[in-house]
């Protein structure tokens, strides 16, 4: 059975630093797409990163450039999202998901994991 499970959310202090996990069971990451995306309170879900576990390509939500990072540990079946610099406007839920390409538009991805919440407060 497919599954991917996100952790690493929390309250965080503007400027602060989270690092999020996204593990896989059930099959193994060598030849998906895995997309990070967020969705705030009464907004819909928005793309934040992709990386493809077969040769490492990144792409990354323009806003996002420079703060966030994306990386796999193929060993691990597992994808990270290194968040940098957080903001308020950075509170989500987010998710991860499977896909078979580079994308950040959430049609392209199949399975999802149950989310982790991140709230960047003061």
């Known amino acids: 059975q497919v599954q991917l499970v996100e952790s690493g959310g929390g309250l965080v202090q503007p400027g602060g630093s989270l690092r999020l996990s996204c593990a896989a069971s059930?099959?193994?990451?060598?030849?998906?797409?895995i997309g990070w995306f967020r969705q705030a309170p009464g907004k819909g879900r928005e793309g934040v990163s992709c990386?493809?576990?077969?040769?490492?390509?990144?792409t990354y939500a323009d806003s996002l450039k420079g703060r966030f990072t994306i990386s796999r540990d193929n060993a691990e079946n597992t994808v990270y999202l290194q968040m940098n610099n957080l903001k308020p406007e950075d509170t989500a839920v987010y998710y991860c998901?499977?896909?078979?390409?580079?994308?950040?538009?959430?049609?392209?991805?199949?399975?999802w994991g149950q989310g982790t919440q991140v709230t960047v407060s003061s």
């Open positions: 998901a499977t896909g078979y390409g580079l994308s950040l538009w959430p049609a392209d991805f199949s399975s």
């Open positions: 059930g099959f193994t990451l060598d030849n998906y797409a």
């Open positions: 990386i493809s576990t077969s040769d490492g390509s990144t």
